[in-house]
C-alpha cells in the first residue's frame, strides 16, 4: 500500500506560481497512476490533472489547460503539479491520490490511495 504525502501549497497573488509535490512511500509511483484534485469551500471535489503509471498519459480539465503541469518522477517517487497563471478561482484545498490499474483515473473513486491535501489560496 502506498502512502501519500502532498506539499507545496501557499498563499500566492494572481498571476503568480505555484509548484506542488507529491511524495510517496512504500511501493514506488510507477506502479500506480496519479491525479491531482481539488475542493474549494462549498464546491464539490473535482479532478485537476492526471497521469499514468509511466507517465505517457495525462489528463488536464479545462480549466487549467494550458496553465498547469503535471509530471512524474519515478525516479524519486514524486508527482509534481505546476501552477502557473494563477487565479483566484484556482483557491483551493488541493489533493495528490494514486490509484492501482493502468491507464487514467478521471473520478474520485477511481483513486485508492489519498494524501491529506494542501492548501492553495490566490489573492485578488
Known amino acids: 500500500q502506498v502512502h501519500v504525502v502532498e506539499s507545496g501549497g501557499a498563499l500566492v497573488q494572481t498571476g503568480g506560481s505555484l509548484r506542488l509535490s507529491c511524495a510517496a512511500s512504500?511501493?514506488?509511483?510507477?506502479?500506480?497512476?496519479t491525479g491531482w484534485f481539488r475542493q474549494a469551500p462549498g464546491k464539490a471535489r473535482e479532478i485537476v490533472a492526471a497521469?499514468?503509471?509511466?507517465?505517457?498519459?495525462?489528463y488536464y480539465t479545462d480549466s487549467v489547460k494550458g496553465r498547469f503541469t503535471i509530471s512524474k518522477d519515478n525516479a524519486n517517487n514524486t508527482v509534481a503539479l505546476q501552477m502557473n497563471s494563477l487565479k483566484p478561482e484556482d483557491t483551493a484545498v488541493y489533493y495528490c491520490?494514486?490509484?492501482?490499474?493502468?491507464?487514467?483515473?478521471?473520478?474520485?473513486?477511481?483513486?485508492?490511495?489519498w494524501g491529506q491535501g494542501t492548501q492553495v489560496t490566490v489573492s485578488s
Open positions: 512504500g511501493p514506488t509511483f510507477s506502479r500506480y497512476g
Open positions: 497521469i499514468s503509471r509511466t507517465g505517457s498519459l495525462t
Open positions: 491520490a494514486a490509484r492501482d490499474g493502468y491507464g487514467l483515473g478521471y473520478v474520485g473513486t477511481d483513486y485508492n490511495y
